[in-house]
């Protein structure tokens, strides 16, 4: 038997903790539960590469000992997808947030749903901009206060895992801070999914978004997750009226389908040509 | 291997700047179709998989610069190309691959412009916008080839440049070298050297992905071969984590810096003609410059002692050769197809008692010899 790694085992020693991350923030749960499912998978530190983009969630690679790329606002799939493409050996992880994955990012989530490229996208959802200081996202339910939307929002909220299904997506798992077991699971599951893969993880923010909408505490906010959590197949029964506020957990869709980069490289295969230049073709 | 035959094509500028890719060690293509750059996206999306590399058409240019950069972290020699609009979008990433080193080459196959300007007809004006267009300091490595040849041969040498500084090289094409067909020899005879990109010479426990080397260059392995880093887009100390102490974001910024102005001689290329007794001199690049060197063979006929300054790389500018030579003039005449770009470079390094024209044509034509030789003698009245 290999020898049992901790979690301190996969942080970064030279780098200054703490984090970033306001005191009852919940992307440090969802940082212990990808490290947890990375060493129960048996996964090498050398194998892995965490992509991110901009905002609270997109710091957390940076704290980690894997191959970590911090990229531009939005855009982390679309540098994701040029590494797995690159070199499909690599696990390649995406860390992203609400406003990162669905706003600036969404086209990306799309396409990469579309291409089913075996990417593992975790996406943190807290309902609102965390970094910049609590702006309106795209998830903020209706009629929910933000410093952008002072008079309660009015935009519908999106619905990641309709969106991804939609675009072709082949795994969608939801979960939340307080489900900390099932979201090691999940992850565990996303990752060894060949094709690409979403856990959206419903998650905590009591500095700004529970400031605001009347529920400061963190741990009010782990109740409520708690409270509102339905299992998929619970959901099922359950009418639309019934549903309303709830967050429908479970692993929402697991299906096969051709991985893009399978694809391609069998594509190249079939030629079969040395990549020497041996003048124009 | 196998004996390489030089043989001769007619080819376009964009097929030409292909070949220059694929003799380089191109391996991996993003981008997204814009006129007139698309028949480079074209072939190398028939060529990249016969010979084991990948060609992948993203949804936007801001995700075909993106994928040409995470493959390039990967390992690959990544390019993309584009045109005026999908180098807007881009530049934000350019920005990012500046600051975290990371080699990539972009061709920008200039249109007229602002905004969506004129898609199939020439213009030179993204000079500025290459040279300015992000965000923050910022000393870019800009090619401007002007013929079919040039286009192969430059694309090589952006090829070298990238992997050697880590950084992103730049390529403007305008429309008409981009379209032009012309007699290029392919592989080119003598060959040129190719270059790819440094390992570190330490084992992982002594590395430092960013150290501060004089040279500035710091080479980093590709993902996946035992040296754990991040990489980051926020100013970041020698170890890639991000910083806010003063000391390490100045030290940062000036190894940026150094990297590329230490070697600015090196790096920046010009071609001279006429110009050993020269008293007049016209300045200008791409496809504008072949213009002018007809104008000043004719002019020579003429008996008029006038020469030819071609900037290769427009940035870094070829500051020491312009500065002797501006010196010995006249007059000065900047020739361009925009409203007057390159002439601010021209006039900083001519002395002020060297008067600088500006010879400008933007409506979407190129401009003939005979616009030239007449704005020559309007200037001299």
């Known amino acids: ?281 | 291997m196998k004996e390489k035959k030089n043989k001769e094509y007619l080819l376009q500028g964009n097929e030409a700047c292909v070949e220059g890719a694929l003799y380089a060690g191109c391996n991996f293509f993003g981008g997204y179709p814009i006129t007139p750059s698309t028949e480079i996206a074209e072939l190398l999306a028939q060529k990249l998989p016969k010979r084991g590399g990948v060609f992948i058409q993203m949804e936007d240019e801001i995700a075909g610069l993106a994928v040409v950069l995470g493959a390039s972290v990967a390992g690959a020699k990544a390019m993309t190309a584009t045109s005026g609009p999908g180098f807007s979008l881009m530049q934000e990433h350019i920005g990012y691959a500046y600051m975290t080193e990371i080699p990539a080459v972009i061709v920008n196959v200039m249109r007229g412009g602002p905004s969506t300007g004129l898609p199939t007809l020439p213009s030179q004006s993204d000079f500025m916008q290459a040279r300015y267009g992000i965000h923050g300091d910022y000393y870019p490595i800009v090619l401007v080839p002007a013929s079919v040849p040039e286009s192969f041969s430059f694309t090589v040498r952006a090829f070298n440049l990238a992997e050697t500084f880590l950084t992103p090289v730049v390529i403007l094409l305008d429309e008409i070298i981009g379209h032009m067909r012309e007699k290029i020899v392919i592989p080119p005879d003598p060959p040129i050297e190719v270059v790819s990109r440094q390992m570190p010479k330490v084992p992982p426990e002594w590395f430092y992905p960013y150290e501060l080397t004089p040279s500035g260059i710091s080479p980093r392995p590709p993902f996946g071969r035992g040296y754990r880093y991040n990489i980051t887009g926020l100013t970041h100390d020698i170890s890639g984590y991000p910083t806010s102490v003063p000391k390490e974001i100045r030290e940062k910024l000036d190894k940026l810096k150094r990297k590329i102005m230490n070697k600015a001689d090196e790096i920046s290329r010009y071609d001279t003609e006429f110009t050993e007794d020269a008293r007049e001199l016209i300045v200008a690049v791409g496809s504008v410059s072949r213009v002018c060197r007809f104008v000043v063979r004719e002019l020579r006929k003429k008996r008029k002692k006038i020469g030819l300054f071609r900037p290769q790389t427009l940035w870094p500018f070829p500051e020491k050769p312009a500065r002797e030579l501006f010196r010995r003039m006249r007059r000065i005449f900047v020739v361009e197809l925009n409203q007057g770009q390159i002439i601010r470079e021209v006039e900083r390094f001519a002395k002020s008692s060297v008067p600088v024209f500006g010879i400008n044509k933007y409506d979407g034509e190129l401009i003939t010899p005979e616009e030239i030789i007449d704005a020559i003698r309007e200037a001299e009245k």
Request: proline share 5%; glycine share 10%.
């Open chain 1, 1 to 281: 038997m290999t020898e049992q790694k901790t979690v301190h085992d996969y942080l970064r020693q030279k780098k200054k903790f703490p984090t970033v991350w306001c005191p009852g923030c919940g992307i440090g749960t969802v940082m212990n539960a990808l490290i947890r499912a990375i060493s129960s998978l048996g996964l090498e530190k050398d194998e892995i590469v965490l992509v991110s983009g901009i905002g609270c969630s997109s710091r957390m690679p940076v704290y980690l000992d894997f191959n970590t790329l911090h990229t531009t606002h939005g855009r982390a799939i679309a540098f994701a997808t040029g590494i797995k493409l690159f070199n499909p050996k690599l696990k390649v992880i995406v860390i992203t947030g609400d406003g990162d994955g669905l706003a600036i990012g969404g086209n990306h989530i799309i396409h990469a749903s579309r291409r089913n490229i075996d990417i593992t996208t975790i996406l943190i959802n807290n309902y609102i901009y965390g970094m910049t200081g609590g702006q309106v996202s795209p998830t903020t339910p209706e009629g929910d206060y933000t410093y952008t939307s002072p008079y309660g929002n009015l935009e519908p909220q999106f619905d990641t895992f309709r969106l991804c299904d939609g675009a072709g997506a082949t795994f969608f798992a939801r979960t939340t801070t307080y489900h900390v077991v099932q979201m090691t699971t999940f992850i565990k599951k996303a990752i060894m999914h060949k094709g690409f893969s979403v856990v959206e993880v419903m998650s905590q923010c009591p500095t700004l978004y529970g400031r605001l909408n009347k529920c400061p505490g963190p741990v009010d906010q782990l109740k409520m997750f708690k409270e509102f959590a339905v299992p998929f197949a619970k959901a099922e029964k359950m009418t639309k009226e019934e549903l309303k506020g709830k967050i429908i957990t479970g692993i929402l869709k697991e299906v096969e389908s051709p991985e893009y980069t399978e694809r391609y490289w069998r594509l190249v295969e079939t030629f079969k040509k040395g990549s020497e230049y041996e003048g124009k073709d």
